[in-house]
T-cell receptor, first 116, second 112 residues
Framework: GESVGLHLPTLSVQEGDNSIINCAYSNSASDYFIWYKQESGKGPQFIIDIRSNMDKRQGQRVTVLLNKTVKHLSLQIAATQPGDSAVYFCAGPTNAGGTSYGKLTFGQGTILTVHP | GAGVSQSPSNKVTEKGKDVELRCDPISGHTALYWYRQRLGQGLEFLIYFQGNSAPDKSGLPSDRFSAERTGESVSTLTIQRTQQEDSAVYLC??????????FGPGTRLLVL
């Protein structure tokens, strides 16, 4: 079955630094990946997604990079702020075809702590 | 409403009791999902409803867990004869048939 996991469980940065959170996946047929941010006591909040026909996608202060060769994706946060402190999850489709609907498999999450 | 809502936000119950958790999806979203999140862990898929299709129940951990959905609206997750290992945050998400899942705030369940 699908598995999506993270390399680093915790990341501590200074305010203003750039942050990089990594994620590996196993289903090479997956065509869609999502990053979620979860603050304490809240549900996951959508940040950005990327389709497999893209290598890079940029949002506001965030960039997701996808390397299909090594089945790896990363989330880059520019000029990290204390409000970015949260747990970050990558997720991908669970179904064998890897298509962009249906249930998701989530990684274990990376705890990002931003120090003022 | 503007987003997915869930109730109650917190639930404390005694071992052996039944509980019902409610989810109101975003209006117009045909798909609805339930996930469980144990403390300090990622989300674990439980069940998925898509329109009028038979639900995907492959993630339900035991027959004590069940869920229903009325049309394309409210869903209820029921846990019968609760056990301490059922303690977790139960998260609901909804989406269009193909699209991003948006999550509610979750119900924090504590089984004593």
């Amino acid at each position: 079955g699908e598995s999506v996991g993270l390399h680093l469980p915790t990341l501590s940065v200074q305010e203003g630094d750039n942050s990089i959170i990594n994620c590996a996946y196993s289903n090479s047929a997956s065509d869609y990946f999502i990053w979620y941010k979860q603050e304490s006591g809240k549900g996951p909040q959508f940040i950005i997604d990327i389709r497999s026909n893209m290598d890079k996608r940029q949002g506001q202060r965030v960039t997701v990079l996808l390397n299909k060769t090594v089945k790896h994706l990363s989330l880059q946060i520019a000029a990290t702020q204390p409000g970015d402190s949260a747990v970050y999850f990558c997720a991908g489709p669970t179904n064998a075809g890897g298509t962009s609907y249906g249930k998701l498999t989530f990684g274990q999450g990376t705890i990002l702590t931003v120090h003022p | 409403g503007a987003g997915v809502s869930q109730s109650p936000s917190n639930k404390v119950t005694e071992k052996g009791k039944d509980v019902e958790l409610r989810c109101d999806p975003i209006s117009g979203h045909t798909a609805l999902y339930w996930y469980r999140q144990r403390l300090g862990q990622g989300l674990e898929f439980l069940i998925y409803f898509q329109g009028n299709s038979a639900p995907d129940k492959s993630g339900l951990p035991s027959d004590r867990f069940s869920a229903e959905r009325t049309g394309e609206s409210v869903s209820t997750l029921t846990i019968q004869r609760t056990q301490q290992e059922d303690s977790a945050v139960y998260l609901c998400a909804s989406s269009y048939s193909v699209g991003t899942q948006y999550f509610g705030p979750g119900t924090r369940l504590l089984v004593l």
